[in-house]
């Protein structure tokens, strides 16, 4: 089943191979990222801070179910990896043709939801009447282009599930040049006002889906499925099901979380709104290096738990704590000494209301990375070896943690009590993942109990 560019990280030197893996992910995310940032940035010089805001205020909404499809074709992912750990392609095959099967009901059954739902939700989170219009716009397309996106995860996470990381960064770079092109001729050349930002990157997207389509179709023929592979065999199926459902909830938990924030965030007026969307900006530029070692912890940890590789999963998780660590530490000194320009940069405001919020925003909010970092690695790992309470539990604790910042801090303490919710939030979370997997991975080894059959 082994190409060049797959990579067995059930074998050689941990940190060696979580390099290898993360490097193509994260310049993946950064394009990825690049995609929302220059919707921001276009959307702020060329439309002013109205439009600004309305996409700010839509971005919870639009993650939340993004996170649905994310969580879910990651969890996909996780199975696959598994299978291809054990060296059993008899299982990874029939485990991949119900991942495509699900990606599309899934992408059906959210795009359905989510049209629905826009106005009402907006109208629930009190988005402002000023910038109702334009928020609806935007994710009108957005969320019609919803199958462009599963589809997108699906097939990058297939890749990655065989240690391929590169070949969906190839596919982002070429959609990310795109993307930029479309985003100014839509948006600066045609007019077509927010909108024009949304379907600008649902083209690009396509473009990386078709790529990677071609890329499976004509390359890998390890990763297409014959007739005999299309079946439904229980315990395959259940296991897909049982960390899809696992992962979507774990992220659209936290999501939700976002969304009840969102609304504190806009109970005050725009320029507060406006400075918080770049503020988010600006965390997430941060936060893509720790999604990428999350993925790539997943990956590693179901990989090394189909080969029943207890000792390298343990060494892997402090590697990537280490690299972490390191790339928290570039993160706080950004904040402090170039946040104003980075605010300036992404929303082209001169109000210095829009820039100095956003900067007391990741000024409280960075230095919290370092509790940040376990709670992710820890919390991929976890769902990588089966152990899915606990992840979906501390998620809970996050969504109760930000409804009551909406409900109590944001009206007491005003913005501040926004910055300060997370932090909190994530010292508590952290504490339950670390406590899990000291308890049953580092102590135990109880995990690995029930390891694939092979």
């Known amino acids: ?23 193509p992910i994260l310049f993946g995310n950064i394009f990825q990222q690049f995609y929302n940032v220059m919707d921001t940035a276009i959307v702020g010089n060329v439309l002013g801070d109205d439009a600004l805001a309305a996409v700010g205020a839509t971005s919870p909404f639009f993650s939340l179910v993004t996170s649905l499809a994310y969580g879910a074709t990651n969890g996909f992912s996780m199975i696959l990896a598994r299978y ?27 795009t359905v939801l989510a049209l629905l739902g826009i106005e009402p939700l907006l109208r629930l989170l009190g988005t402002p009447d000023s910038i109702m219009k334009d928020a609806v716009s935007y994710l009108k397309i957005a969320f019609a282009g919803l199958i462009v996106t599963v589809s997108y995860n699906m097939f990058a996470g297939i890749m990655r599930a065989v240690g391929n990381s590169v070949m969906p960064l190839v596919f982002l770079v070429i959609a990310s040049v795109v993307n930029v092109v479309l ?6 050349g045609l007019h077509l006002g927010v909108g024009g930002a949304a379907l600008a990157t649902v083209l690009a997207q396509l473009l990386s889906v078709a790529a990677s389509l071609w890329y499976i179709l004509t390359k890998c023929a390890d990763l297409r499925i014959h007739k005999c592979h299309m079946v439904f065999e229980k315990k395959i199926v259940k296991d897909l099901l049982a960390t899809a459902f696992s992962m979507a909830m774990m992220l659209a938990v936290v999501s939700i979380g976002t969304v009840a924030l969102q609304s504190a965030v806009n109970s005050f007026d725009k320029e507060v709104i ?17 999604s990428t070692f999350s993925v790539t912890a997943s990956t590693y940890a179901s990989q090394n738990y189909g080969a029943g590789r207890i000792d390298r999963i343990k060494e892997g998780i402090l590697d990537t704590f280490m690299l972490g660590f390191i790339w928290s530490t ?103 993942v670390m406590w899990d997997f000291y308890t049953h991975i580092v102590k135990k080894n109880t995990a690995f109990a029930d390891k694939i059959e092979t």
């Not at 392609?89 to 043709?97: P, S, V, W």
């Not at 985003?183 to 600066?188: G, H, M, P, Y």
């Open 1 to 23: 089943m082994k190409r060049s560019m797959d990579l067995d990280m059930t074998e050689g030197s941990p940190i060696k191979l979580i390099l290898l893996f993360s490097l």
């Open 183 to 188: 985003d100014v001729w839509f948006v600066a």
């Open 274 to 290: 406006a400075a918080h969307t770049a503020a988010r900006k600006m965390d997430e530029l941060f936060m893509i290096v720790f």
């Open 330 to 432: 570039v993160g706080v000194v950004t904040a402090f000494f170039a946040g104003p320009f980075l605010a300036h940069a992404i929303t082209g405001s001169e109000n210095p209301v829009v820039i100095d919020t956003a900067v007391k925003y990741i000024r409280i909010n960075f230095p919290f990375f370092y509790f940040l970092v376990p709670l992710l690695v820890l919390r991929s790992t976890l769902q990588g070896l089966n152990r899915r309470m606990i992840p979906v539990i501390g998620s809970i604790i996050e969504l109760v943690g930000k409804f009551l910042v909406a409900a109590y801090l944001a009206p007491k303490l005003g913005y501040l009590g926004v910055c300060i919710s997370e932090p909190v939030i994530w010292i508590v979370c952290m504490c339950l």
């Open 84 to 110: 291809y750990g054990a060296k059993d392609e008899e299982g990874f095959k029939k485990a991949l043709f119900m991942t495509y099967a699900l990606s599309v009901l899934i992408s059906v059954v959210l």
